[in-house]
């Protein structure tokens, strides 16, 4: 317990940082509806090009940010023996060439790649998705040396800057979005004018330009020194690799689950793919903000300490992370389940955008929020595996996670049906994500020896029961004010009201990670 309190001011500037990014990142999701529409088939076909490129990054690269370059960062900075600018240097440059190639091959194979993703689109939308598509692609680059910096900082310890980068992004697309609604743009994709189709490609792919440029600025601020080195030997390519082998694998396995549920989401009806997308970004809020701060600030430890074969500092560490991580997720989790269609509501029903789509975005968001605190535990406890350098345990669990994910959801089409679909969608992803914080706890018990299970049972049960009684407060409220009060004065006083509850009920139950986290946060308001 008494390096609850180290860990959590190693977190707050992340935190502060991932919250400013996120709320921008909000303010862009509800810029990009307000200008394209929530439910409309322009607003699909965006969201369907602008999601490709991430799709591609993630599995040519994304994974092995996580298992394999911080990890090894780390190590090539203990190393006197061995340049540790010019290894990144180096690292950087193999990340260049190869994600360039990988990107004039995406463009030539857009359509093939829209027809894969959203066959359930009409020719118009397949046609206008093929065109955001190719000018979306060069992301794919911008996205790959943007991780590549961001692990450098990391490992020489600079966490917050790599956090603030996504701020720049997000504001140069509120513009774009902005600019579009200034010059006549509607949600009408038969209205759409050449002009504003280059408007909304090259603003959108200028806003990730802009993160990268961020990260290089920081990068030669904290003493990098920028450079593309013509021969990126030298850095065990064949190690990184085979590394990072396993982990393309399970990225697969995930990508192809996200082909799967964007087939499924295009066919629920006109507008499903952007509901079923947003009430995605919305769930990945808290868990950015909270639970990629935690393991943002404990991997280079947990791989400072596998290095040293410290294994109990592991295990502290790791308890720490998911009990601190649960003691904020469980009420937002409860949030979600209660308010979620007031939320969405209260976000998107403007402009261009739908009310139904907007409430039906809610509904889903509702059933993601019985995955949040399972998804985190289990995305945590991955970070052990990379820490410890086994990149091969984590990608099999992952790849079990996608076949559960896949299997469910398949057997879902055939009892729901459009709206209902989306719903079952994001349920089935609950029960995978549990599966998954179920299997890797028990595995990672044997491969570390213990977990701190008996502890993490006990605190994670309380935070549960003081998650749900604030819930049913949260929802008496709700119920008591009933939909003619408007979502904004459902939520302000639902939200309160159950905030109280769960700090005192939190306090009524001892629950020591509660009040280690406000006594921090104390802390930090005073300063």
Same mark, same amino acid.
């Given at each position: 317990?008494?390096?609850?309190? !180290?860990?959590?001011?190693?977190?707050?500037?992340?935190?502060?940082?991932?919250?400013?990014?996120?709320?921008?990142?909000?303010?862009?999701?509800?810029?990009?509806?307000?200008?394209?529409?929530?439910?409309?088939?322009?607003?699909?076909?965006?969201?369907?090009?602008? &999601?490709?490129?991430? /799709?591609?990054?993630?599995?040519?690269?994304?994974?092995?940010?996580?298992?394999?370059?911080?990890?090894?960062?780390?190590?090539?900075?203990?190393?006197?023996?061995?340049?540790?600018?010019?290894?990144?240097?180096?690292?950087?440059?193999?990340?260049?060439?190869?994600l360039a190639v990988v990107v004039?091959?995406?463009? *030539?194979? $857009?359509?093939?790649?829209?027809?894969?993703?959203?066959?359930?689109?009409?020719?118009?939308?397949?046609?206008?998705?093929?065109?955001?598509?190719?000018?979306?692609?060069?992301?794919?680059?911008?996205?790959?040396?943007?991780? /590549?910096?961001?692990?450098?900082?990391?490992?020489?310890?600079?966490?917050?800057?790599?956090?603030?980068?996504?701020?720049?992004?997000?504001?140069?697309?509120?513009?774009?979005?902005?600019?579009?609604?200034?010059?006549?743009?509607?949600?009408?994709?038969?209205?759409?004018?050449?002009?504003?189709?280059?408007?909304?490609?090259?603003?959108?792919?200028?806003?990730?330009?802009?993160?990268?440029?961020?990260?290089?600025?920081?990068?030669?601020?904290?003493?990098?020194?920028?450079?593309?080195?013509?021969?990126?030997?030298?850095?065990?390519?064949?190690?990184?690799?085979?590394?990072?082998?396993?982990?393309?694998?399970?990225?697969?396995?995930?990508?192809?689950?996200? &082909?799967?549920?964007?087939?499924?989401?295009?066919?629920?009806?006109?507008?499903?793919?952007? *509901?079923?997308?947003?009430?995605?970004?919305?769930?990945?809020?808290?868990?950015?903000?909270?639970?990629?701060?935690?393991?943002?600030?404990?991997?280079?430890?947990?791989?400072?300490?596998?290095?040293?074969?410290?294994?109990?500092?592991?295990?502290?560490?790791?308890?720490?992370?998911? !009990?601190? /991580?649960?003691?904020?997720?469980?009420?937002?989790?409860? $949030?979600?389940? &209660?308010?979620?269609?007031?939320?969405?509501?209260?976000?998107?029903?403007?402009?261009?955008?739908?009310?139904?789509?907007?409430?039906?975005?809610?509904?889903?968001?509702?059933?993601?929020?019985?995955?949040?605190?399972?998804?985190?535990?289990?995305?945590?406890?991955?970070?052990?595996?990379?820490?410890?350098?086994?990149?091969?345990?984590?990608?099999?669990?992952?790849?079990?996670?996608?076949?559960?994910?896949?299997?469910?959801?398949?057997?879902?089409?055939?009892?729901?049906?459009?709206?209902?679909?989306?719903?079952?969608?994001?349920?089935?992803?609950?029960?995978?994500?549990?599966?998954?914080?179920?299997?890797?706890?028990?595995?990672?018990?044997?491969?570390?020896?213990?977990?701190?299970?008996?502890?993490?049972?006990?605190?994670?049960?309380?935070?549960? &029961?003081?998650?749900?009684?604030?819930g049913l407060g949260a929802a008496?409220?709700?119920?008591?004010?009933?939909?003619? $009060?408007?979502?904004?004065?459902?939520?302000?006083?639902?939200?309160?009201?159950?905030?109280?509850?769960?700090?005192?009920?939190?306090?009524?139950?001892?629950?020591?990670?509660?009040?280690?986290?406000?006594?921090?946060?104390?802390?930090?308001?005073?300063?």
């Amino acid at each position: 317990m008494a390096d609850q309190p !180290r860990l959590i001011h190693t977190g707050r500037a992340m935190a502060a940082a991932t919250l400013v990014s996120r709320i921008t990142g909000f303010a862009r999701t509800v810029a990009l509806i307000a200008a394209l529409g929530l439910g409309t088939r322009l607003l699909d076909a965006y969201t369907a090009a602008n &999601v490709t490129p991430n /799709t591609i990054y993630e599995l040519v690269m994304g994974g092995a940010v996580a298992s394999v370059l911080v990890p090894l960062l780390v190590r090539t900075a203990a190393d006197k023996s061995v340049d540790g600018d010019l290894f990144a240097q180096r690292l950087l440059s193999l990340v260049v060439y190869g994600l360039a190639v990988v990107v004039i091959v995406t463009i *030539v194979a $857009a359509p093939l790649i829209v027809g894969l993703t959203v066959p359930g689109f009409s020719p118009a939308q397949h046609d206008l998705a093929v065109v955001f598509t190719r000018f979306f692609m060069p992301q794919i680059l911008f996205y790959g040396m943007s991780a /590549t910096l961001a692990a450098i900082l990391n490992a020489r310890g600079r966490f917050a800057v790599p956090m603030w980068a996504p701020v720049a992004n997000n504001l140069v697309v509120i513009a774009t979005a902005l600019i579009f609604l200034a010059i006549g743009g509607s949600g009408r994709l038969v209205e759409l004018t050449r002009a504003q189709t280059l408007l909304l490609s090259v603003g959108t792919s200028t806003g990730v330009a802009a993160q990268m440029i961020v990260l290089a600025v920081a990068g030669r601020r904290a003493g990098f020194p920028l450079r593309l080195r013509a021969d990126p030997r030298g850095i065990a390519v064949r190690r990184i690799a085979a590394m990072a082998g396993w982990t393309v694998a399970s990225v697969a396995a995930a990508q192809v689950v996200f &082909v799967v549920l964007t087939r499924l989401a295009s066919q629920a009806g006109p507008g499903a793919v952007s *509901v079923y997308s947003n009430a995605y970004t919305l769930f990945q809020l808290p868990y950015a903000v909270i639970a990629v701060t935690v393991i943002t600030g404990v991997l280079p430890r947990m791989s400072r300490s596998a290095a040293a074969r410290d294994l109990p500092q592991i295990t502290a560490d790791l308890s720490q992370s998911l !009990r601190l /991580t649960g003691v904020a997720l469980v009420p937002v989790a409860a $949030a979600l389940i &209660v308010l979620g269609p007031d939320l969405t509501t209260m976000l998107f029903d403007h402009g261009n955008a739908s009310a139904g789509a907007a409430h039906l975005t809610g509904a889903v968001l509702a059933a993601y929020g019985l995955a949040l605190v399972p998804f985190a535990g289990y995305q945590i406890m991955l970070r052990v595996y990379f820490a410890l350098g086994d990149s091969r345990t984590p990608a099999l669990i992952s790849v079990t996670v996608s076949a559960a994910i896949l299997a469910t959801s398949l057997t879902a089409t055939r009892v729901a049906s459009g709206p209902d679909l989306l719903i079952a969608l994001a349920g089935c992803s609950a029960v995978a994500y549990a599966l998954g914080c179920a299997v890797t706890a028990q595995l990672l018990r044997r491969r570390i020896g213990r977990i701190d299970g008996h502890h993490l049972i006990a605190s994670h049960s309380r935070m549960l &029961v003081a998650g749900a009684v604030a819930g049913l407060g949260a929802a008496a409220v709700a119920h008591a004010l009933g939909p003619s $009060a408007g979502s904004a004065v459902i939520i302000g006083a639902a939200a309160a009201a159950g905030a109280g509850v769960y700090a005192l009920a939190a306090r009524l139950l001892r629950i020591s990670e509660f009040t280690a986290m406000t006594a921090a946060l104390r802390v930090r308001g005073a300063s």
